[in-house]
């Protein structure tokens, strides 16, 4: 079982780490024209790429690190092994399979939403840096998305009411800044769908891991 | 399955807003919807792999998904059990918004069944800087 965990752990941290090397904010296509955005579409711009800029220094940081205990521990099986196991709990966690707990924000709505409007609202915590989210205590997943359900929006098969609280894992003043700007999703939601919306800052986030099973049926990993 | 979508190549009418006419990010947004509650398992766009911190957020006249900054045309390929292409052609998420614009506006759109297909990982940190996983992994 160990060497099991220890070779499963390896392969997907070695698919990682292999992939870091192309890893880099690259454009596709058409560069951005600097020229023609308005003040408000360049500040957003500056505040995202400054954040993407940090996260990929932090991650190749951390990898470099990673890479350094890999060396060292190379000889030593129960070092290897204990990298590897708190590699695993950290990429479980990161694909929403396991609880996590951090600072973030909390978000009471209370309002006639529908689909679409609580799938931006997810797009815009995931844009502002949140590591985690749930609704109503579902967590959300890569593949988690709000439908619309026979009497209510449905997350992964649980209904969401006209009130429900969303919580963020993530800095909470870049989550809160991005949630509050002035014309930004949360001005939006109570301007056009009438909804409340109370946002506080929290020290303790606590979030549950996913409820399904994110095993694919068809997909298979490639070496 | 395999979808490309891109700017409308018709000639804009005069007075119609020409933004009518190009593939806005909420269009992504519907396709992706769409193919996750279809029962896709596995997503990219333009090479760029989801998970569960991707946004889709537009800049200017570009789409920022993860850390990189795509343009039309753009090229969504998703993993899932056989049938996803009728099912994402029946998802209201699809019908509701970007059908339309497609029918409607003229963006240009092709859609079709693929097998195999191989998706590229996700380039990207994985590592927390807020969150602590809470539980050790069995």
Do not use: C, H
């Not at chain 1, 957003?44 to 690190?65: F, H, K, Q, V």
């Amino acid at each position: 079982m160990k060497s099991r965990v220890a070779q499963a752990t390896l392969f997907a941290v070695a698919m990682l780490i292999g992939l870091l090397g192309v890893g880099q904010l690259n454009s596709q296509a058409r560069p951005i024209e600097i020229s023609r955005l308005s003040a408000a579409e360049l500040s957003t711009l500056i505040e995202t790429l400054t954040a993407r800029n940090r996260e990929l220094r932090s991650g190749l940081a951390d990898i470099r690190e990673q890479l350094r205990q890999y060396e060292v521990s190379g000889p030593q099986g129960d070092s290897a092994l204990q990298v590897s196991r708190e590699d695993l709990r950290r990429i479980t966690a990161f694909g929403g399979l396991a609880p996590v707990d951090g600072q973030g924000i909390v978000m009471d709505v209370d309002g006639d939403l529908d689909a679409i409007a609580l799938n931006d609202l997810v797009n815009e915590l995931r844009n502002a840096g949140a590591e985690a989210i749930a609704v109503d205590g579902v967590r959300i997943t890569a593949r988690s998305v709000a439908i619309e359900g026979p009497r209510a929006i449905e997350i992964d098969g649980v209904e969401v009411g006209e009130r429900f609280t969303l919580k963020a894992i993530g800095s909470p003043d870049g989550l809160l800044g991005a949630m509050e700007r002035p014309g930004g999703i949360i001005s939006q939601l109570e301007l056009f769908i009438k909804a409340t919306i109370q946002i506080r800052q929290a020290e303790s986030v606590q979030l549950p891991a996913s409820a399904i099973s994110l095993l694919p049926v068809v997909g298979k990993p490639v070496e | 399955m395999i979808i490309e979508i891109a700017d409308s190549k018709r000639v804009i009418p005069e007075g119609e807003n020409p933004a009518n006419y190009i593939v806005l990010v909420d269009d992504l947004r519907d396709i992706v919807v769409s193919l996750w509650a279809s029962g896709a398992e596995a997503i990219t766009i333009n090479g760029e792999r989801l998970v569960a911190t991707s946004s889709i957020y537009g800049v200017g006249a570009s789409v920022l998904v993860n850390t990189a900054f795509l343009s039309p045309p753009f090229r969504i390929e998703a993993i899932g059990a056989e049938g996803l292409l009728d099912r994402f052609s029946t998802n209201p998420a699809f019908l509701g918004r970007v059908a339309q614009r497609i029918e409607v506006f003229g963006l240009e759109f092709a859609s079709q069944p693929a097998d195999p297909l191989e998706l590229a990982a996700f380039v990207g940190n994985t590592r927390f800087r807020w969150a602590v996983p809470s539980e050790e992994v069995p």
